[in-house]
């Protein structure tokens, strides 16, 4: 058995507008055991004096694409399997860097990769996961330009891509059952147009209401809720209407239909420092130019979108949506949403929020006995500077998973 104690922590969960002060924690093997104001002790425990330091949960990103080694989504979707694998597992070594402990994967990561980190296969955050997005002919995962009449299952079974085409009621089923039977936790549809798809301008409705209305019950059915690529209001809102829960991206959200999403209690995902990156440097990395035409269409609106759903109550999860080499800028999302939101707000987004989204309350996003022990220590106050939280984890001298240091310098 290991015991690690961490004494005289500052706790910032996200819960409360100023830190939890002179907080001690224990830790045994892989979980929180005892979480106190008064000392804690026991024999052969490693102590760490946490004074001056902040204690965190580790942070939860709920939109990530692990399996997007180039922002050129068709390409990448061509990679051998390997190849794609091996990049993966870089990509999430990255996260977990940067202090992200679990991450929602909204389209491509397999059971495979998400058994490759529990079994410590290389060092990564856990992964909620998918399986393929589902998305129609023409849709978001259709990465066939307009002369390309390849077969629309081509990239189906590949592991470099977000998704997987299904067209019609009995079709629609089949994948989603099919991708819960693979190992989904919950199922991603894309019900809009795209930015990194080559044929469906952002406003394209994706699926029918139908075939939208057909996988929420599939999804009820296995336990669990669809996610949803969506960006323009009339999307969002025939998406909420038909059972969405969690709604990716929402830029273009207008009041009346953040206040249907509080009702319904459906969760947003907003990404916006995707936008950022893919403006700055997404034709660098391989960005279609029919790709970078379309940023703007969801980009200038980012904003705005988050001041209309934090005043409508809509609970908002963090996201990041990178793909390729602009995965560095993960952490930068905390600072963007900074601009408009409170500081507690938008680490409850990667915290507490983030953990329900992920079906895993009380167990991640939270230092609290009986929950893993995925710890971040930082130099300094996030509710006061959401920067610390950047940096590639400059900032964070020590990161545990699972009760297991994978960054230390604590000692040194
Ligand atoms: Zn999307
Ligand atoms: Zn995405």
Known sequence: MSITIFQNASIVDGTSDAPREGVNVLVEDRHVREVSDAPIRATDARVVDLAGKVLMPGLIDCHVHVIASEANLGRNALLPDSLVAAHASVIMRGMLMRGFTTVRDV???DFGLQQAVEEGLFEGPRLVICGKALSQTGGHCDFRGRYDVRDRHAFDRKLGSLGRICD???EVRLAARE?????????????????????????????SREEVTAIVEEARNAQTYVSAHLYTDEAIRRGVECGVHSVEHANLVTAETAKLMAEKGAVACPT??????????????GLPESSVAKIDDVRLAGLRSLEILHSAGVTMAYGSDLLGAMHRHQSEEFVIRGRVLPAMDVIRSATVDAARLCGMESKIGCIAPGAYADLIVVDGNPLDDLALLTGQGRSMP???????????????
């Open 272 to 285: 916006l420092v995707t936008y950022e990156a893919l403006k700055n440097e997404g034709a660098d990395y």
């Open 168 to 170: 019609g009621v009995s």
């Open 107 to 109: 389209g491509g990561a």
């Open 398 to 412: 020590a990161i545990m998973k699972e009760g297991r240091f994978v960054k230390n310098t604590l000692d040194a």
């Open 179 to 207: 991708e819960i039977k693979a190992g989904a936790q919950f199922i991603k549809i894309m019900a809009n147009g795209g930015v990194a798809s080559p044929t469906d301008p952002i406003a394209f409705m994706g699926f």
